[in-house]
């Protein structure tokens, strides 16, 4: 039987936190025994915040030798930066034309980060259909997405189904894959917010690349709940309950467990032990990064997956030409 094919995507925007890692690169590693997997550093996307060009660049490796450190395998997965296969910009301006202003306009994710800046630019308006191309160019079946990007995914398969419907049926159909536990890390200083680099509160993530003094202290300035329970209860105790799924998921120790553990035990010990799961956790991550960047093999890595990823691309992008009647 064919496995189904993974399309997933991160941005270079410089620190990749604990969030990234639980939220997204865990389960990207776990699906690449099972699934076809294409994983993209989308450096196109980043343009939207017009970067400093050595930084983009700077980042850009950083996040793909992360990658790699956290577990994915170059010879199970295709890996590769998007503005290496070219198909992508041209396929994102083919889609753009499809997608509606009305459509664009109700992404909540744009009226969140365009009330946050001064220069609104025309990519950040349309970055979602630049995105619909990024899936749609490989026929994927499952994109691993939080729930802040599943509207974008709704409207990547509306884009899909347009498409089909006017030109034939040529894309796949893509479906969300979120994960029942870890999809959504929040902030260790505000558990209603995501865990996010761009906080201004260094306290309120740990960056993968943090030392352990960091990270105990981190940990041990988190927010918690009134009482002195530990038990996991987003509603009421959603602190605690943040905390006991980062442990669960770098432990690797059911929340069950955990509870059981720390009855009629304090925060302060839970946050200690959880500090010491969390360290031992990134330190082979950060031990096989640092290799990896001293080493330069994230390049050859990125330019054979780049090669992998035009084989798919290309050909693609071809037969969308044909249907849209741009060869002539």
């Not at 399309?7 to 270079?12: A, L, R, T, Y």
């Not at 220069?119 to 490989?138: E, K």
């Amino acid at each position: 039987m064919k496995m189904k094919r993974v399309f997933s995507g991160i941005q270079p925007t410089g620190i990749l936190t604990l969030g990234n890692y639980l939220g997204a690169m865990k389960q990207w590693v776990a699906l690449q025994e099972t699934h076809d997997c294409f994983y993209c550093v989308v450096n196109l996307h980043a343009m939207t915040v017009m970067p400093d060009a050595e930084e983009l660049r700077e980042n850009t490796l950083s996040v793909a030798a992360m990658l790699v450190a956290a577990g994915l395998d170059p010879d199970k997965v295709t890996l590769f930066v998007q503005s290496d296969v070219a198909e992508h910009a041209e396929l994102g301006w083919l889609l753009q034309c499809m997608a509606t202003f009305g459509e664009l306009s109700r992404m909540t994710q744009f009226k969140e980060k365009s009330r946050e800046k001064e220069v609104i630019t025309g990519g950040l308006f349309s970055y979602p259909a630049l995105m619909a191309a990024d899936i749609l160019l490989y026929n994927t079946h499952l994109v691993p997405v939080g729930e802040d990007q599943r509207q974008h995914l709704e409207l990547t398969r509306d884009i899909a189904q347009r498409f089909n419907n006017r030109y034939g049926g040529l894309f796949t159909l893509p479906e969300p894959f979120i994960p029942e536990v870890g999809g959504r890390i929040m902030s260790l200083d505000d558990p209603e917010k995501k865990m996010s680099k761009s906080n201004p509160n260094p306290n309120s993530y740990i960056g993968l690349l943090d030392p352990p003094d960091t990270i105990r202290q981190k940990i041990m300035r988190a927010v918690t709940d009134s009482g002195r329970e530990i038990y996991y209860d987003p509603e009421n105790k959603g602190a605690v309950s943040n905390l006991l799924t980062i442990y669960s998921l770098c432990s690797g120790k059911t929340i069950e467990a955990l509870e059981k553990d720390y009855e009629g035990r304090g925060y302060g010990e839970f946050k200690k032990d959880l500090a010491e799961v969390v360290v031992e956790c990134l330190k082979p991550i950060q031990a096989r990064y640092n290799e990896l960047k001293e080493s330069g093999n994230i390049n050859e890595i990125l330019k054979k997956g780049a090669g992998k990823a035009r084989a798919v691309a290309a050909p693609m992008m071809d037969k969308v030409r044909e249907l849209m009647g741009l060869k002539v």
